[in-house]
Structures are given as structure tokens and as C-alpha cells.
């Protein structure tokens, strides 16, 4: 039990290190060939627990930066990473109940499994759409083009049956499975020789603020007059650039910008003297609700819109279950961690031509391809990733972008105060990138067409690989019966 043991934290630590942040990603390739060999020897829910539980420890290490203002952070991003490892624990349970493996389970029944899993995990307050397996490719774009077809889950099934094809070459010895591995690496591949239209259209010239306020001077008011001016020069500089639109980073300033008239003034006046858009996020109050929202000045320094955050940041934005624990007590603890709880808006309505998944919203699919669907032409993520503090979850953030483009063939654009902001083609290729101050500007082309994954989204993989597993399972249980069945006679 111990070399188990052993093998599947290997395993746990190969995965992370392929994830951004560190950056070895072609390491994700044979990650789970450890715990395949651990499953392999001792079947059930040990296995994956282990493997889980090393793989989010080090993955979500950045949520540890926290602790500066919470600590008790420290506890629930343990707890977190237990949550999610008996996810893994269940899977591999799942994987291995039968008696004995065979090779349909490494190459059909756990990448299915791995994509539900994946699927089911970005579900519910606790959901998280970082720490899939696909996003450690994100800096290579040949082998994400399926991800416009089929989603980004796709990639993960094929990465976990090119483990499952090289953990049965070293298990049997056969040449099969190593035409089999290849095969699956060369189809993932092929993806990006596949036609896929991605439409010449309008023009649009884009200047993206890029800064790095620390998040502690940020939340401090008393800084509001040196922000400002440090923002407008910013924006000045973006100016200078001859933009259609300046993007600026989530929540700019220790205000209500568009409540305070002199703020909102300034950044109308930056609009109406380039002549360009002006677009920033911005807490708003309106019907004694607080949104985390992005606003909108037009050419004229109109308010031409703002949209609100529909998904907020559990245990950031807001507290999950308040009301359960104001009953059981526990309601004072809850506001000495968060006061209040941002509302949710109404729904993925683009800001004019433009779709704003803000900060968290843009680890997860649906967001970016709700907007899409209802006529975003352009991505545009403005975030504060100045919680973070410089940590992985810079790279992990700015990951979730490259995916987001590839999706749904869209130009994608991130501007980040304390993070990565860039710009990022409809085919998952970085344009250019930021992690410092200053301003990017770059031309890109607004698109009306929607790729199938936009059209259809998960559901195809999704109901593919649930129907796979359910068969695998069945087969492998009417197997179960049938040596039973010998046996006794």
C-alpha cells in the first residue's frame, strides 16, 4: 500500500507541474501513468484521494496568498483541496470497481471519467474552473484547435487516453499501445489542420491598461486621489496610441466611480478628448444592491452601458450559505469575513459588441459563451488579480483566456491590474502580454460567426462521455456476472 501510495502522490506532483505556473507541460502527457500503475495494484478510492490531494495542494497554492488578509484561509484552502481530491478518490473508486482492468479502462472508460469529473467539478458554490487538465497546453496552440469543435474537456479526454495508452506500452509490452498513444497525440494534433473559418471583419484598434496597484493599497480610500491620477496618466499614454477603445483593469479605484461625479467625468472627458471608447470596471450601487460591474463610455463620453458580474467569487464576492450559518450562529463570523454579498446580474449580456466575463468569470466556458451566443464580438476580461500577489495564479488566470478565444473564435483581450494582461488571437496564439505597468496596444478584428462550440458548447462531450462510461461500466459488470457465472458451474 505504500508504493501505491507513493506512486499516485507522484503523480499528483507530475500534474501540477504541468500546470501554468510552472510550466512544464509536456509533462501532463504522463502525469497519470504513476497512478495508473498505483490502480493497477490496489484498486478503489485510496489511489485518487492521494493523487488529488498533492495535485490541488500545490496547484492552488497561490489561494495561501490570501492568508495576508484572511488567516484562516490557511485551513479552508486545505479543506479545499481535500473537497476536490475526494472528487478524484470517486473517480478512481469508479474506475477500477471490477475485478480486473482491461484495456478499454486506461483508453475509453478513464477519459471519460476524467472529463466528468472535470465537468462536475466547475458545478455549485464551490466551483472551479482552474486545475483542468487541458489548460497546461495553453502555450501550444496546434494542439488546442479542437477545443472550437468540441470544447476544452475534449483536450483533457485525449490527454488521459494518451496516458492510459503509454501506462498499458509499459504494463503489457505491446506495440499496439504505443501506435495508440500516437494516434491520439497525432488526432489531437490534426485539429489545427482542420478548416476552421475565422472571419476577416471590422477593424478595431484596442489599447489595454496594464497595472500594478497592490491590492492593500487598493482597498485603502485614502489612496483614491493618487490612484486616480496614476489611472489618467494611464489612460493618457493609451491616448498617445490613437485608439477605438481603452480597455482599463476590474474595480479600479477605492470608489464607486460611476456615483461620484468628478470620477466619472474624468474618465468621459479621456473619451471625448481621444475621441474612443473608454472601458473600466467599477463597483455599482443601484437599488440598494452592489454589483462588481464593467461600465462603458462611448466616443462622446456617454454612460453607453454596463454589464454585471453574474457568477462572483464564493468566499470573496460573497459567502455561500450566509443565511444557513446566521441560523446555526455563526452570522457574526460570516461579516467579519465579508460584510456583504455582492448581487448577481441578470444575466451574459454584452456590453454594446463587447462580452466582459469579469475576473473569476473567465476560468469557466459558459460565461464567455453565453455572451458570444448573444452577440459579443469581442472577449474583453477585465480583472484584479492583486489578491494574488504575484503568485501561479497570474499564469493560471491568463491560461483560462487562450481557451476562452479558442472556444468560440473570438479575439481576446485581458486587462489585469496585479495580473497578465494581453491579447489573444481567435486560434489561441499570444498576440502580446503584460505582466507589468504600462498600456498594450494591438489592432484586432471584431467576429460575427460562432464556431460549433459556441452553437452546441458541452453537451456533446459531455453526453458522449457519460454514455461511455455508463457502457464501459455495464460491460465491465456483465463480465463480473460472467466469471462468476463459470466459476460456479
Given at each position: 500500500m505504500r508504493k501505491e501510495t507513493l506512486l499516485s502522490l507522484l503523480s499528483g506532483v507530475l500534474g501540477a507541474l504541468s500546470m501554468p505556473g510552472f510550466g512544464f507541460s509536456w509533462l501532463v502527457f504522463v502525469a497519470l501513468v504513476p497512478l495508473f500503475f498505483a490502480l493497477d495494484r490496489h484498486r478503489g478510492f485510496w489511489p485518487g484521494f492521494a493523487f488529488g490531494f498533492a495535485f490541488f495542494l500545490i496547484d492552488l497554492r497561490w489561494v495561501v496568498s490570501l492568508a495576508r488578509f484572511y488567516p484562516v484561509v490557511i485551513g479552508g484552502y486545505i479543506m479545499l483541496a481535500i473537497y476536490f481530491a475526494i472528487g478524484c478518490g470517486l473517480l478512481t473508486a469508479l474506475l477500477t470497481w471490477r475485478s480486473r482492468s482491461q484495456a478499454w479502462t486506461w483508453l475509453l472508460l478513464a477519459p471519460a471519467l476524467f472529463i466528468l469529473t472535470e465537468a462536475l467539478r466547475t458545478l455549485g458554490p464551490l466551483g472551479l474552473g482552474f486545475s483542468s487538465l487541458y489548460s497546461a497546453l495553453y502555450q501550444i496552440p496546434w494542439l488546442i484547435q479542437s477545443a472550437a469543435l468540441f470544447g476544452s474537456w475534449f483536450i483533457t479526454g485525449m490527454i488521459v487516453a494518451i496516458n492510459g495508452s503509454l501506462f498499458l506500452l509499459l504494463r503489457k509490452r505491446k506495440i499496439r499501445f504505443a501506435l495508440s498513444a500516437i494516434g491520439c497525440f497525432v488526432l489531437l494534433a490534426a485539429f489545427a489542420w482542420v478548416p476552421q473559418q475565422v472571419q476577416d471583419g471590422e477593424p478595431l484598434r484596442v489599447a489595454v491598461v496594464s497595472s500594478k496597484v497592490r491590492q492593500e493599497e487598493k482597498l485603502d480610500a485614502r489612496n483614491l486621489a493618487i490612484l486616480t491620477d496614476r489611472y489618467l496618466q494611464l489612460g493618457e499614454d493609451a491616448l498617445a496610441e490613437h485608439p477605438d477603445l481603452i480597455v482599463f483593469p476590474e474595480s479600479i479605484l477605492p470608489a464607486y466611480i460611476l456615483r461620484n461625479e468628478t470620477l466619472a467625468q474624468s474618465f468621459a472627458d479621456l473619451a471625448r478628448r481621444g475621441d474612443t471608447q473608454v472601458m473600466l470596471g467599477t463597483g455599482v450601487i443601484e437599488d440598494r444592491n452592489i454589483y462588481n460591474a464593467t461600465a462603458l463610455f462611448?466616443?462622446?463620453?456617454?454612460?453607453?452601458?454596463?454589464?454585471?458580474?453574474?457568477?462572483?467569487?464564493?468566499?470573496?464576492?460573497?459567502?455561500?450559505?450566509?443565511?444557513?450559518?446566521?441560523?446555526?450562529?455563526?452570522?457574526?463570523?460570516?461579516?467579519?469575513?465579508?460584510?456583504?454579498?455582492?448581487?448577481?446580474?441578470?444575466?451574459?449580456?454584452?456590453?454594446?459588441?463587447?462580452?466582459?466575463?469579469?475576473?473569476?468569470?473567465?476560468?469557466?466556458?459558459?460565461?464567455?459563451?453565453?455572451?458570444?451566443?448573444?452577440?459579443?464580438?469581442?472577449?474583453?476580461?477585465?480583472?484584479?488579480?492583486?489578491?494574488?500577489?504575484?503568485?501561479?495564479?497570474?499564469?493560471?488566470?491568463?491560461?483560462?483566456?487562450?481557451?476562452?478565444?479558442?472556444?468560440?473564435?473570438?479575439?481576446?483581450?485581458?486587462?489585469?491590474?496585479?495580473?497578465?494582461?494581453?491579447?489573444?488571437?481567435?486560434?489561441?496564439?499570444?498576440?502580446?502580454?503584460?505582466?507589468?505597468?504600462g498600456v498594450l496596444c494591438e489592432d484586432v478584428v471584431l467576429q460575427t460567426t460562432q464556431s460549433l462550440y459556441t452553437r452546441w458548447g458541452d453537451w456533446i462531450v459531455v453526453v458522449l462521455a457519460s454514455l461511455l462510461a455508463s457502457a464501459c461500466l455495464l460491460f465491465g459488470r456483465r463480465n463480473v456476472q460472467n466469471r462468476c457465472g463459470d466459476e460456479t458451474s
Open positions: 462611448d466616443k462622446t463620453g456617454e454612460m453607453a452601458g454596463t454589464y454585471f458580474m453574474v457568477r462572483p467569487v464564493p468566499f470573496g464576492e460573497y459567502i455561500p450559505g450566509r443565511r444557513l450559518l446566521e441560523t446555526i450562529g455563526l452570522g457574526n463570523w460570516a461579516k467579519s469575513f465579508l460584510p456583504l454579498d455582492l448581487s448577481r446580474g441578470d444575466g451574459y449580456t454584452p456590453l454594446s459588441r463587447f462580452g466582459t466575463p469579469i475576473c473569476f468569470e473567465s476560468t469557466f466556458a459558459s460565461p464567455a459563451r453565453q455572451l458570444v451566443r448573444n452577440g459579443a464580438q469581442l472577449l474583453i476580461t477585465p480583472t484584479n488579480d492583486a489578491w494574488f500577489n504575484e503568485s501561479s495564479e497570474l499564469h493560471a488566470h491568463f491560461a483560462c483566456a487562450v481557451f476562452r478565444a479558442v472556444e468560440n473564435r473570438r479575439f481576446t483581450i485581458q486587462s489585469a491590474n496585479g495580473g497578465i494582461s494581453g491579447f489573444i488571437s481567435p486560434k489561441g496564439t499570444i498576440i502580446a502580454s503584460l505582466d507589468g505597468e
